[in-house]
């Protein structure tokens, strides 16, 4: 069982937003504004999508904006389009001595 | 440009011992964490432990506490992931990434481990 909790799956038509939710504890998305965004493609590495909840590496589409309330971050995309369709991982800086958190992941599907 | 190389695809029996490695390039290899991270074919990412190749300060999730060593050579800017018995169960894509401030970046390509008799 995973740290951060984050629903299995979300599907929106192109053209529509989505969003995803990561929700952890006080310990790690609610104590720190340290959580990030991740879009793993089928057999492809990992790819930095938001960090420090809301900020996007250069290079990131607009379209994708993070967010925090409380315990519970969240991903948005917007505008969806079919190359949006991937697996997506929330991780966060936890205070437990590990350091870092993962959420067990969200596949979004574009119908 | 910052870049994380990987060693390659293994395949090893049951019982086995591996080391696996990610060579760091481009920043200051001993001043940032370098951590690991696991996915299972078909399954999600999982954390698996950090390194400051600095000091060697090591931590580890729970779940691979006392089943993986992570470990660091500054000399050679590089760190690694072994296991001292290799279980069918640890067939899996192994990532490192840099851990940069609070967030992971960049990931090195992977290495794939398949235990099989």
């Known amino acids: 069982q995973s740290a951060l909790t984050q629903p299995a799956s979300v599907s929106g038509s192109p053209g529509q937003s989505i969003t995803i939710s990561c929700t952890g504890t006080?310990?790690?998305?609610?104590?720190?504004?340290?959580v990030s965004w991740y879009q793993q493609h089928p057999g492809k590495v990992p790819k930095l999508m938001i960090y420090?909840?809301?900020n996007r590496p250069s290079g990131v589409s607009n379209r994708f904006s993070g967010s925090k309330s409380g315990n519970t971050a969240s991903l948005t995309i917007s505008g969806l389009q079919a190359e949006d369709e991937a697996d997506y991982y929330c991780?966060?800086?936890?205070?437990?001595?590990?350091?870092?958190?993962f959420g067990g992941g969200t596949k979004l599907t574009v119908l | 440009e910052v870049q994380l190389v990987q060693s390659g695809e293994e395949v090893k029996q049951p019982g086995e011992s591996l080391k696996i490695s990610c060579k760091g390039s481009?920043?200051?290899?001993?001043?940032?964490?370098i951590g690991w991270v696991r996915q299972k074919p078909g399954k999600g990412l999982e954390w698996m432990g950090i390194?400051?190749?600095?000091?060697?300060?090591?931590r580890y999730s729970p779940s691979f506490e006392g089943q993986v060593t992570i470990s660091a050579d500054k000399s050679t800017s590089t760190t690694y992931l072994q296991w001292s018995s290799l279980k069918a169960s640890d067939s899996a894509m192994y990532y490192c990434?840099?851990?940069?401030?609070?967030?992971?970046?960049?990931w090195g390509q992977g290495t794939l481990v398949t235990v099989s008799s």
């Open positions: 990434a840099r851990r940069n401030n609070n967030w992971l970046d960049p």
């Open positions: 481009g920043y200051s290899f001993s001043n940032q964490y």
């Open positions: 390194i400051y190749p600095g000091n060697s300060d090591t």
């Open positions: 006080s310990s790690d998305v609610g104590g720190y504004n340290f």
């Open positions: 420090e909840v809301k």
């Open positions: 991780v966060s800086y936890t205070a437990s001595s590990s350091l870092v958190v």
